[in-house]
């Protein structure tokens, strides 16, 4: 029987070393000719496989290795990106970057390109990778339980790694490993009236428990048949840790200093400039990004080392994004965010205690299509899915129609009477290895349904 392979060691797909990166980028950089290059590489393997009507669809392995080469003369830039890594081809990379550049407007925002950065000791990834076969049985694990029942599954395993580097023309190198896992399954019940999803992400392969995501699905998909109407309306919702996570990070992407400082989001303040230091949520809210939840995100976008970030500490506002522009204009640091990571701390409530101390209630598996309303507000529209249901006495009666929401995530956490304990979560809507979140299950009164939809 085959076992996952650690494609970190012997490098038996292709994915570049810290050393073969170095040298492609010393490599590239010899041709440049502009006052400023950089260069970025990103080397992934990458499997995936899709299942439905209880039986694997599709499945493959791919592995490429990409240079994206900028150029900058004064405040005109531009780039190019290949997969090409011979002389030739990286030459001419190059020189297209450069005749590109010249061409471009002036951006007034430019900001130089940093010198060489210091950066913490790297983690030592040792990330499996599955084969197809170990990809097969996970599906296997799903479709079983969901045949079992009459039920039909379908679903989508991808899994990454790979090495990411970024390198100038003034010295600096970074590198960094990079890797997630994630396994999502919805069960459909044969008349089409009921469905459930389960879904998984973590770091690593070993992370991924095949057997629980397809129970949970399962489970849902014949408890949400036959759902009936309940009228939209404010309702006490009790949301899975999937769903707090489908909008929770909506927050930190929505802080921006500079829309902030210009009076154009919620993180304005009255009067003018920020809401640093202000109260915006429960002071049980602490909101963070670490760089330590997540492979691959010990480096921002212009080569600076991420640093743990608090958003929100005790409903407090502590910090906003300032980009490199931005931060010099207002005389502040610029922030070193790990997108790829965010965490909600949690409280010591279960989702059956929640349930059981709510006289009428929602509980929500998650969301779907959120988009955005009003960024003043931070308000977003979106969907419940797979799994939603009505909460009567501390019991759950009925499974519900879904509903339409328009919601403001910091109108949740102003709101919220329980936390429960934070778990890792598979929030991306594409089911894709997306970001690290990790989140509870909360509690929250109010929470604004606005129509019903027929979607199952």
């Known amino acids: 029987m085959s076992r996952p392979k650690s494609l970190f060691g012997a490098n038996p797909a292709g994915i570049l070393t810290r050393a073969e990166a170095e040298a492609l980028t010393k490599r590239t950089l010899a041709f440049a000719k502009a006052d400023e290059t950089s260069v970025s590489i990103n080397s992934n393997a990458r499997a995936n496989t899709r299942f439905a009507v209880n039986q694997v669809s599709t499945a493959g392995d791919d592995t490429d290795t990409t240079l994206t080469i900028r150029s900058t003369f004064g405040k005109r830039s531009a780039s190019v990106t290949t997969n090409k890594a011979d ?5 001419a990379a190059v020189k297209v970057a450069e005749e590109l550049a010249r061409l471009s407007v002036e951006n007034p925002e430019a900001m130089p390109d940093l010198g060489p950065q210091v950066y913490p000791q790297a983690r030592q990834a040792n990330i499996s990778f599955p084969t197809a076969d170990e990809r097969a049985r996970a599906v296997k694990a799903v479709t079983d339980r969901a045949r079992a029942a009459g039920f039909v599954a379908t679903g989508y395993i991808e899994a ?54 397809g129970a949970t699905a399962t489970e849902k998909a014949g408890k949400s048949r036959n759902p009936v109407a309940v009228e939209p309306g404010r309702y006490t919702v009790v949301l899975e840790p999937t769903a707090v996570g489908n909008l929770i990070p909506i927050i930190a992407f929505s802080a921006q200093a500079r829309s902030a400082d210009e009076g154009r989001s919620f993180f304005s303040k009255p009067g003018g400039g920020n809401k640093i230091g202000m109260k915006i ?117 009925h499974a519900i129609k879904n509903f339409r929401y328009n919601e403001s995530p910091i109108f949740m956490l102003n709101n919220v009477e329980a936390f429960g304990a934070s778990v890792r979560v598979s929030a991306s809507e594409d089911s894709s290895p997306g970001a690290a979140v990790i989140m509870p299950p909360l509690k929250i009164h109010d929470f604004n349904f606005t129509s019903l939809s027929d979607a199952v």
């Open 87 to 91: 002389d030739a081809s990286l030459a």
């Open 160 to 213: 990454r790694v790979g090495t990411r580097a970024l390198a100038n023309s003034r010295g600096l190198f970074a590198f960094e490993q990079t890797g997630g896992s994630s396994m999502t399954a919805t069960v459909r019940t044969p008349d089409g009236t009921g469905s459930g999803w389960g879904g998984a992400n973590a770091n690593d392969w070993s992370g991924i428990d095949a057997d629980a995501v």
């Open 281 to 397: 949520a429960d002071e049980r809210v602490t909101l963070v990004s670490d760089p330590a939840d997540n492979i691959g995100s010990g480096i921002t976008g212009d080569g600076r080392p991420t640093e743990r970030v608090v958003f929100i500490d005790k409903g407090v506002l502590m910090n906003l994004n300032y980009d490199r522009y931005w931060a010099e204009k207002q005389g502040k640091q610029p922030t070193a965010l790990a997108f790829g990571c965010m965490r909600l701390m949690g409280g010591d409530s279960s989702v059956a205690q929640m349930i059981a101390s709510t006289e009428r209630g929602i509980l929500v598996t998650r969301f779907w299509y959120i988009r955005p309303v009003d960024q003043r507000t931070i308000l977003f529209t979106g969907l419940t899915r797979d799994g939603t249901f009505l909460i009567e006495n501390g019991k759950v009666t």
